[in-house]
């Protein structure tokens, strides 16, 4: 079946502009998480979603950052006024239920690059 | 503050001979842990996994073990291939927790 999948798949912006990045999880997945890898770290957690909810966004670095699930499928990552510090793979995942019954599956990201 | 550290950045293997890929981690609330395995340009897949209560778990090739004193755990592959060639991720979870705190990766190469 499909994994998750995340577009598009590079983006390239100019420090100040505004970026959406899209997450299509599993189908009948109903968490959801955000993570930014940068270059030789790990991926970081940004926020969490079950369901249409919030359930943890304690990871989101200051407020020109924002993420939405509207109807509990797809979600969007939204930047504003992007800075270079802002690039990275930015990472999307999606679980049955909780992780430990359910490990997470991870799409193949989208590279943020900002000029 | 780091609280998952892989302190070797990579590992270079001959196929056939066993890889040992190290971490260790300093929050005691850690009680589940998982390692994902990542190729480039895609994303990190979950290979294996440990509870706290367990010092060993088996699948395959892959073995992790789980040292809760030292608060360090390892994963060994063997016998190593070359399609095993790629980044690995020691990852932790708080028990009801639901975000995963990752370690920096170890680049394994195995030469044929």
């Known amino acids: 079946g499909a994994g998750v999948s995340q577009t598009p798949s590079n983006k390239v912006t100019e420090k100040g502009k505004y970026v959406e990045l899209r997450c299509d999880p599993i189908?009948?997945?109903?968490?959801l998480y955000w993570y930014r890898q940068s270059l030789g770290q790990g991926p970081e957690f940004l926020i969490y979603f079950q369901g249409t909810g919030a359930a943890d966004d304690s990871g989101l670095p200051n407020d020109r950052f924002f993420a939405v699930r509207p109807e509990g499928s797809v979600s969007t990552l939204k930047i504003q006024r992007t800075e270079r510090g802002d690039s990275a793979v930015y990472l999307c995942?999606?679980?049955?239920?909780?992780?430990?019954?359910?490990?997470?599956?991870f799409g193949n990201g989208t590279r943020l690059t900002v000029t | 503050d780091q609280q998952v550290k892989q302190n070797s950045p990579s590992l270079s293997v001959q196929e056939g001979r066993i890889s040992i890929l190290n971490c260790d981690y300093t929050?005691?609330?850690?009680?589940?842990f998982l390692w994902y395995k990542k190729y480039p340009a895609e994303g990190p897949t979950f290979l294996i996994s440990i509870s706290s209560i367990k010092d060993k778990n088996e699948d395959g090739r892959f073995t992790v073990f789980l040292n809760k004193s030292a608060k360090h755990l390892s994963l060994h592959i063997v016998p190593s291939q070359p399609g095993d060639s790629a980044v690995y991720f020691c990852a932790a979870l708080k028990a009801a927790g639901n975000k995963l705190t990752f370690g920096g990766g170890t680049r394994v190469l195995v030469k044929p």
């Open positions: 995942a999606s679980s049955a239920q909780g992780q430990v019954n359910s490990p997470l599956h």
């Open positions: 929050n005691s609330m850690f009680d589940y």
């Open positions: 189908s009948g997945h109903t968490a």
